[in-house]
């Protein structure tokens, strides 16, 4: 089966086109599990599979953390398979795409440079602050979408001297906090410039750091934006993959509209012959 690897500021997917593979949905969980595990096969961040569409949308986008487990979008993701989606001829320079979590727009702006529309935050909650080995941590709650992409959006003073092993233990802690019903991305933040953010996200299904994440982006803006600390619009946000850029529309006190802008890279196009995959139809 041939696939495709691709990135976007460094979170990484690999692409599969079910539209010409047919393979049954039951299978893609143990395929993500063991091609997305680094070292040991190509190794991604997740799985994304371009299935057939069923509500009048260009495609479907099936999603599949690394650890086999089902996302509902993925940002950076989207935007990847924008590009996947017009390169192979699947859709035009401007294209709707099923997600789990609802439809979801793109734009291609340049060969590499995408835009999507996130989905619409659906919970907001500025104020949700978490207690960790007794100490209280401030904190909001952010879901896109429905069903929602749960976000966590957490101040962190001097974040990019943090200690890593301190931080991922803090993230993976807030990840599983017991307020969060369906766990949480936890997305540390500092504000280091005007509309200048700088960020690192501890993302559920990887169970670790990514090098980006585009959703996590979204929220972190949309938190920010209502509390009146960004403008919403071109709000830049560093993180160790690269730069993503956020624009949220602020209508009183809601947010009607996310998008997300950054690059795409196309790392490799091949075929899988991983021996250690379970027996798949059709491979």
């Given at each position: 089966?041939?696939?495709?690897?691709?990135?976007?500021?460094?979170?990484?997917?690999?692409?599969?086109?079910?539209?010409?593979?047919?393979?049954?949905?039951?299978?893609?969980?143990?395929?993500?599990?063991?091609?997305?595990?680094?070292?040991?096969?190509?190794?991604?961040?997740?799985?994304?599979?371009?299935?057939a569409p069923t509500q009048g949308g260009d495609y479907k986008m099936l999603f599949f953390n690394s650890d086999g487990s089902v996302g509902?979008?993925?940002?950076?993701?989207?935007?990847?398979?924008?590009?996947?989606?017009?390169?192979?001829?699947?859709?035009?320079?401007?294209?709707?795409?099923?997600?789990?979590?609802?439809?979801?727009?793109?734009?291609?702006?340049?060969?590499?440079?995408?835009?999507?529309?996130?989905?619409?935050?659906?919970?907001?909650?500025?104020?949700?602050?978490?207690?960790?080995?007794?100490?209280?941590?401030?904190?909001?709650?952010?879901?896109?979408?429905?069903?929602?992409?749960?976000?966590?959006?957490?101040?962190?003073?001097?974040?990019?001297?943090?200690?890593?092993?301190?931080?991922?233990?803090?993230?993976?802690?807030?990840?599983?906090?017991?307020?969060?019903?369906?766990?949480?991305?936890?997305?540390?933040?500092?504000?280091?410039?005007?509309?200048?953010?700088?960020?690192?996200?501890?993302?559920?299904?990887?169970?670790?750091?990514?090098?980006?994440?585009?959703?996590?982006?979204?929220?972190?803006?949309?938190?920010?934006?209502?509390?009146?600390?960004?403008?919403?619009?071109?709000?830049?946000?560093i993180m160790p993959g690269g730069e993503l850029r956020i624009d949220a529309e602020r209508v009183y006190s809601h947010i009607a509209s996310?998008?997300?802008?950054?690059?795409?890279?196309?790392?490799?196009?091949?075929?899988?012959?991983?021996?250690?995959?379970?027996?798949?139809?059709?491979?």
């Open positions: 089966m041939k696939f495709w690897k691709m990135n976007g500021a460094g979170n990484d997917f690999l692409v599969l086109n079910n539209l010409e593979a047919h393979l049954p949905a039951q299978v893609f969980p143990a395929m993500a599990r063991v091609l997305c595990e680094r070292h040991l096969s190509i190794g991604a961040d997740g799985l994304m599979v371009v299935d509902e979008m993925c940002g950076n993701g989207a935007r990847c398979i924008c590009r996947y989606g017009y390169e192979n001829g699947l859709a035009g320079e401007t294209q709707t795409v099923e997600t789990t979590a609802g439809i979801v727009t793109g734009q291609r702006i340049n060969q590499r440079l995408y835009r999507i529309r996130l989905n619409d935050p659906t919970t907001v909650k500025l104020d949700s602050p978490v207690e960790i080995d007794g100490v209280r941590y401030p904190c909001s709650y952010v879901e896109l979408g429905d069903p929602g992409i749960p976000h966590a959006v957490v101040p962190y003073r001097g974040l990019q001297e943090a200690d890593e092993n301190e931080l991922r233990e803090l993230g993976r802690k807030i990840r599983w906090y017991a307020d969060f019903p369906k766990g949480a991305n936890v997305n540390f933040y500092e504000i280091i410039g005007e509309d200048l953010i700088r960020e690192r996200t501890f993302e559920r299904g990887v169970e670790d750091f990514t090098y980006a994440c585009g959703t996590g982006t979204g929220s972190v803006v949309t938190v920010l934006t209502l509390q009146g600390r960004v403008s919403g619009k071109d709000v830049r946000v996310l998008y997300l802008t950054g690059p795409t890279n196309i790392v490799c196009k091949g075929e899988i012959t991983d021996e250690d995959l379970p027996p798949i139809p059709g491979m």
